[in-house]
């Protein structure tokens, strides 16, 4: 059985979609979805997403990181997929999606397309770093040197910290000015630094103002694959009607055996 897939990257984070809504991937496994992953011997990415039916909202993404294994929240995966949806006529319009971690809703104006990220309630420092869940866990540590970072060894001494069960996401952060970030992340599932990552950049956003209280209405975090911008509202040690914005590039389509 042939599968049809496109390539995307949202800020050079890249990702497999398929249409699971006229296609029956029920029975693909964590195996074949690692493979297809593999860049030396797969079509190569970072994640694997599946867009399928939801009788709630207009679809649902279900989300496999690179390893084959169900993943949480994806920010950057989740721009990629709505703009796949549209531009594979799945749907005329889209506006609400379900994901791992809830509903969200996206806007979506030619290549720039921006989605809701759920109310957030939950944080804590340990030591000068943050740990905060914005869809999928994040560890924050500020005022790094991204330059001279040995970012492998320290993403392996935070999974020791035991801070979650499944590991954590780590983001290490350089203030530019008042409201700019540089971010570099090492993110669990895939086990490698990726070229961006939209929850993490929404982490990073909401732990600045943590951080240095700063009062812009916008947070820009610059990663290596591009910049991603964050808005939101705090009151009273919670935050909401946060969005991420950032860019979703078709890059190819293709086929494989499944």
């Known amino acids: 059985m042939k599968v049809a897939f496109d390539k995307y990257h949202g800020n050079g984070n890249d990702f497999i979609i398929v249409d699971g809504i006229n296609n029956s991937l029920n029975h693909i496994t964590q ?88 109310k957030v309630d939950s944080f804590k420092k340990i030591r000068d770093d943050f740990f905060i869940d914005t869809g999928s866990p994040h560890l924050i540590k500020f005022d790094q040197n991204l330059e ?24 290490f952060v350089s203030k530019k000015d008042k409201n700019t970030y540089h971010a570099r992340t090492y993110e669990r599932g895939v086990n490698a630094e990726t070229l961006s990552c939209g929850t993490g950049a929404v982490a990073i956003a909401l732990c600045s103002k943590l951080n240095y209280n700063h009062e812009e209405p916008i947070t820009h975090i610059i990663t290596r694959g591009g910049k991603l911008s964050v ?15 950032g860019n979703a590039e078709f890059v190819y389509s293709g086929n494989f055996n499944l």
């Open 231 to 245: 808005t939101f509202n705090f009151n009273e040690n919670k935050f909401f009607d946060i969005l991420l914005f």
């Open 31 to 118: 195996e074949k979805i690692k493979s297809l992953c593999d860049r030396n011997k797969g079509i190569g990415s970072d994640g694997f997403i599946i867009i399928k039916s939801n009788d709630q909202c207009d679809y649902e993404m279900v989300y496999y990181n690179s390893d084959g294994k169900i993943g949480s929240f994806c920010g950057n995966g989740a721009r990629c997929a709505a703009h796949f949806t549209l531009k594979n006529k799945l749907l005329k319009k889209v506006s609400k999606f379900k994901a791992f971690d809830g509903y969200h809703f996206v806007n979506v104006q030619g290549n720039i397309i921006s989605i809701s990220i759920n």
């Open 148 to 171: 001279k970072l040995n970012i492998e060894d320290e993403f392996k001494r935070a999974q020791e910290s035991k801070l979650i069960d499944g590991g954590v996401n780590v983001n």
